[in-house]
């Protein structure tokens, strides 16, 4: 992890520098990563700790402001420098309430006024975004989607998030839940889904859904190396595993992600239909499968969607690795308190 | 169809209005609706005729400009009255280039330069663009959807086709191929489509796919009355007929219509986690079978789609019926010319 302390650049040119800083916050299911960084998108300092597992909203606002608080310390910076706050946060959140009502990842939340509390206990000016949301923006300034005027934005891990930047804006919808391709459902009666819908699209390309379908295979007894590389204990499988038993050659294992890739696919292929994007930004841990999972993937778009849909769409991985979030929601707080974020 | 002579308006006022004048088509897969508009949306004259059902692509740039001539015939206009002529198309075009590239409607139709044509063949300038597209942007400035901001319709009959607006514009992709949300697959080994695609949405919620269904439901010696509406000729089945039997009480007419409400209603669901609109506009012909369709397709939402993205959507019908399409396509060759459309 890189880290850059505020003294160091400060000491390149003499003062601190004039640039509007921000604080970005990227809550997750089971990581909070805080970041101060700057309008051109620096990361001046970062703190990440884990998401608490016990406790309610309660435990997770502390966390929160402690994680915000170490990655001030880390600049030798206070609240009062900071232009605002901005944080992405999983889950169906509303930016012009502040509140994070529900998040199939974190459940033990129930409409959280994110937004409110972290305004009242720093004093600084604070919006809530939806977290894929704000990686799509994050990668539109300073990542993979530079220059795009459409693009969908796509994060594929334990489940599937997305983002929507049309016309150079980030498209949020209504209420702020807009990007939910995750719960695009490609199998009417397929597996339920945590949301209530039933074949959601990340029930079936997910690290998550993987996962299960390793187990699955397992337990009907299919010969695969896969429950060696999780030290023989079945509940441990998950996608990691059956990387590692793909990368031996297992061919259970090779099939299994070669499915998954088909899987992606397909919602894929519906996206292009829908949007006709010029760009389609893939991140995610899952990606980390690589071609594995990616050539079946962008095959099974290809056969798919529109010709012409499939020929107007570049895809590119996600350049920004896991500070897309943090960078996309302090650039988002930015432009909500009336600043230009952007590389310069 | 409700018609109104030029003259007759320009005697209201003494002299011919001074309002600029468009001629805006509607090409379908059966008929070719022409009109003469004013940018406030007025139909001043009406031209409605066959699609050919021979010939290719001469045969029915022939029967364009017919219906365009006609037009302009029964109004007492000549081609350069117009500031500008609108196409709105079936399938897959581009603004950009003004061709129609593919139609899986008329699928005699391939690569064809309409906008060129027309334009040299009139002397007016001409612009293209997707006739559900054309729709949501008719149904947006003078019908169902003024003053909202964002919404996306859907206009159910043979296949399902859809436009979007977003922040008040019209959203048409990157190559203009936006909106095709009836080629979403909601069952990835579903039905082969025409598009080449498997269970796309329309392989399951349009009128075709409810006459389908109801023909398998009669071979397989289902007991209904739907064959004796058609005349017992099994190939003479309908949507229509579907809906003179359920109208009649019809058991089976009733289930296969609920049943299409239904799978209309798990992409509804998808297009409201993904779009999180305000208003989603449903119409099309298949819309005529009113409660019966779309109770099963509202309820089916709702159970799916994110409870506060179901909530923030309101549903209405499309409210210009089939004069949307010329309404719109006018209204974007205005847009496109320079002019500002809108009911004034």
Redesign the interface.
């Known amino acids: 992890v890189k880290k850059q302390a505020r003294q160091g650049k400060a000491g390149k040119t003499g003062k601190v520098s004039q640039e509007p800083l921000l604080l970005g916050i990227d809550l997750g299911g089971t990581k909070i990563l805080s970041a101060v960084v700057s309008a051109r998108g620096e990361i001046i300092s970062r703190d990440r700790s884990a998401t608490p597992s016990a406790g309610g909203t309660e435990a997770i606002l502390r966390a929160l402001l402690d994680s915000a608080s170490s990655a001030l310390g880390q600049a030798a910076l206070k609240a009062a420098d900071l232009v605002a706050i901005g944080v992405g946060a999983a889950g169906?959140s509303?930016p012009e309430t502040g509140i994070l009502?529900?998040s199939p990842h974190l459940p033990r939340l129930k409409d959280a006024p994110l937004r409110d509390v972290i305004s009242r206990e720093t004093g600084v000016e604070t919006f809530l975004i939806n977290d894929a949301s704000a990686a799509a923006l994050g990668e539109y300034l300073f990542g993979a989607g530079r220059k795009a005027?459409?693009f969908i934005y796509v994060t594929v891990s334990t489940g599937i998030g997305?983002g929507?930047v049309?016309?150079g804006?980030l498209?949020?919808?209504?209420?702020?839940?807009?990007?939910?391709?995750g719960?695009?459902?490609?199998?009417?009666?397929g597996p339920p889904c945590s949301?209530?819908?039933?074949g959601c699209w990340e029930t079936?390309a997910s690290g998550t859904a993987l996962a299960r379908e390793a187990q699955r295979a397992i337990e009907s007894g299919a010969p695969t190396s896969i429950l060696a590389h999780a030290g023989g204990e079945l509940s441990r499988v998950t996608a990691r595993e059956v990387h590692a038993a793909a990368l031996r050659g297992d061919a259970l294992a090779e099939e299994l992600i070669s499915r998954t890739g088909y899987?992606l696919g397909?919602g894929l292929?519906?996206l292009l239909?829908?949007?006709?994007?010029?760009l389609v930004i893939v991140g995610g841990g899952l990606t980390r499968l690589g071609d594995r999972l990616l050539t079946p993937a962008i095959k099974t778009a290809g056969?798919?969607?529109?010709?012409?849909?499939f020929r107007?769409?570049r895809f590119a991985a996600a350049a920004l690795g896991g500070d897309s979030g943090v960078l996309g929601a302090a650039a988002y707080a930015l432009q909500r308190a009336g600043g230009q974020p952007g590389p310069g």
């Open positions: 169906f509303d009502y529900t005027r459409h997305g929507i049309i016309n804006e498209y949020t919808g209504a209420t702020g839940g807009a990007g939910e391709i719960h695009m459902s490609i199998l009417h009666d949301c209530g819908g039933r079936l899987y397909v292929a519906n239909n829908i949007f006709n994007p010029e056969e798919r969607a529109f010709p012409r849909a107007a769409a």
